[in-house]
C-alpha cells in the first residue's frame, strides 16, 4: 500500500515539476519519447511515467513498450532501497547491490538508470529560502 502511494505522489510531483520547474522542463523537454515503469515481480503493484517531448503523463497499469523498468521482488524490498536511497543520495552504487542481492531488475535500455538517476534530483521538495528578519527602517537626522 505504501509502495503504491509513493509512486502515485511521485506522479504528481512530476507532473508538477514539468508545468512549474524550468530546469526539470528543459530536462525532459530534450528526449522524445521515454517511458520508465516500476512494479514488483507479482504485478501486484505497478506505475509507469511517461515523458514526451515536454509533457508527462503517469498510469498506474504496464506500458507495453517501456524504455526501461524497475521490477522490484516486492514492495517491502522496494521501500527498504528507497529509503536507502533517501538516507545516501549521493551514493549511486545502491542500485547495483540491489541488483547484485536480487531486490531489484532492470529491463529494457539500462543507459536511462543514469538518466533516471538525474531525474531523481529534481523530485525532493525546494528548500525554501530562511526569511530574513525585518530590519526597522533607521532614521537619520
Do not use: C
Request: aromatic share 14%; hydrophobic share 40%; no cysteine.
Amino acid at each position: 500500500m505504501v509502495f503504491r502511494l509513493l509512486l502515485w505522489i511521485m506522479a504528481l510531483r512530476i507532473h508538477y515539476l514539468g508545468k512549474h520547474n524550468a530546469g526539470f522542463k528543459q530536462f525532459i523537454h530534450r528526449y522524445e519519447n521515454v517511458v520508465l515503469q516500476f512494479r514488483t515481480q507479482d504485478n501486484a503493484i505497478k506505475r509507469y511515467y511517461q515523458f514526451q517531448l515536454g509533457n508527462t503523463f503517469s498510469e498506474a497499469k504496464l506500458h507495453p513498450n517501456a524504455t526501461m523498468g524497475f521490477v522490484f521482488k516486492d514492495a517491502k524490498h522496494a521501500l527498504a532501497l528507497i529509503k536507502k536511497m533517501g538516507e545516501n543520495s549521493e551514493d549511486k552504487t545502491l542500485f547495483i547491490y540491489a541488483i547484485r542481492d536480487g531486490i531489484l531488475q532492470v529491463e529494457g535500455d539500462m543507459a536511462y538508470m543514469t538518466w533516471f538517476q538525474v531525474l531523481g534530483n529534481y523530485l525532493p521538495p525546494e528548500r525554501k529560502k530562511p526569511i530574513k528578519p525585518h530590519q526597522p527602517l533607521s532614521r537619520h537626522s
